[in-house]
């Protein structure tokens, strides 16, 4: 059997193939109001008060590769609304652009579908699946369709400019001829520095850089007293608290008071 073009219902070159991408048996169609806000439609004005549906199609996404004279392969995709029981065509929608079908904003089951005859003329439908399920399928099978028809690559859609791929530079840091590299490691530090930061000392002949350091350790216990010793400090901090101690062996030594009932009766 020959394949024919969807949209315009003439024959394809025998080396074309055709897919079928989506298919929902059974989706409502609707006709909607006239657009009155720029923020979207909305389902609720099809639906009531009184229903605009006027059909109950049947839907499918068909991808048809069309082999060039030049030996390329063409892809498209069109979005068919088709009699459930005869199969016949009702309308037909190329989707050559994200705008063709759009989501309304009061639901996740409905969109409005941009159809087009073979004449050229456009119209807009409302389109209603009966499951959300079937309604994410169908929006996940367009997506899949983008990405595979690059519509964001495409110059005349404004809203999806082309991006340009910034040039990476790169830097040669490799030796040129005659270039050489010289590595110190005799750990001789600068004129004007020391080791760990310090300024320099008497020995070169200049000042101290405005301050002088501590004398070492050993020079310091030579010329510094001895420090007081813990019996010492205690003693000047309490020097009316001192008292001379009880000759060994005496009554109060042993613990006893020579009071009124010092002694045993």
């Known amino acids: ?3 024919v073009d969807p949209t315009t219902s003439r024959p394809l070159p025998p080396d074309s193939i055709q897919r079928i991408l989506f298919l929902s048996p059974r989706v409502h169609i609707y006709n909607p109001p006239p657009l009155t806000s720029t ?4 389902a609720s004005t099809w639906t009531g008060p009184v229903s605009r549906q006027i059909f109950t199609a049947r839907l499918r996404i068909l991808e048809t590769a ?3 004279s030049s030996g390329a392969e063409k892809l498209k995709a069109d979005i068919l609304l088709e009699d459930p029981s005869s ?4 309308a037909a929608a190329p989707y050559t652009a994200a705008a063709v079908v759009e989501q309304v904003v009061d639901s996740s089951r409905f969109f409005a579908i941009r159809v087009q005859d073979p004449a050229g003329r456009k119209a807009v439908l409302g389109l209603g699946f ?3 399920s079937e309604a994410f399928d169908f929006s996940v099978a367009l997506q899949e369709v983008r990405k595979t028809l690059d519509f964001d690559k495409v110059p005349g859609d404004p809203r999806r400019p082309v991006k340009k791929e910034q040039k990476k530079v790169e830097r040669d840091f ?3 001829d005659g270039e050489t590299i010289t590595v110190n490691l005799s750990g001789k530090v600068g004129k004007g520095r020391r080791a760990g930061g310090l300024s320099p000392s008497s020995n070169e002949g200049g000042p101290a850089g405005g301050f002088s350091l501590p004398p070492p350790p050993g020079a310091q216990q030579a010329w510094l007293p001895p420090p007081p010793s813990a019996q010492d400090v ?3 901090k309490r020097p009316n608290q001192t008292r001379e101690a009880p000759a060994p062996g005496s009554i109060e030594d042993m613990g006893f008071d020579d009071g009124e009932f010092g002694e045993f009766q």
């Open 1 to 3: 059997m020959a394949l």
């Open 234 to 236: 205690k003693a000047k």
């Open 130 to 132: 009966e499951e959300r």
């Open 174 to 176: 490799s030796l040129k």
């Open 66 to 68: 069309v082999s060039t």
């Open 87 to 90: 199969g016949e065509l009702f």
């Open 39 to 42: 923020s979207g439609h909305l």
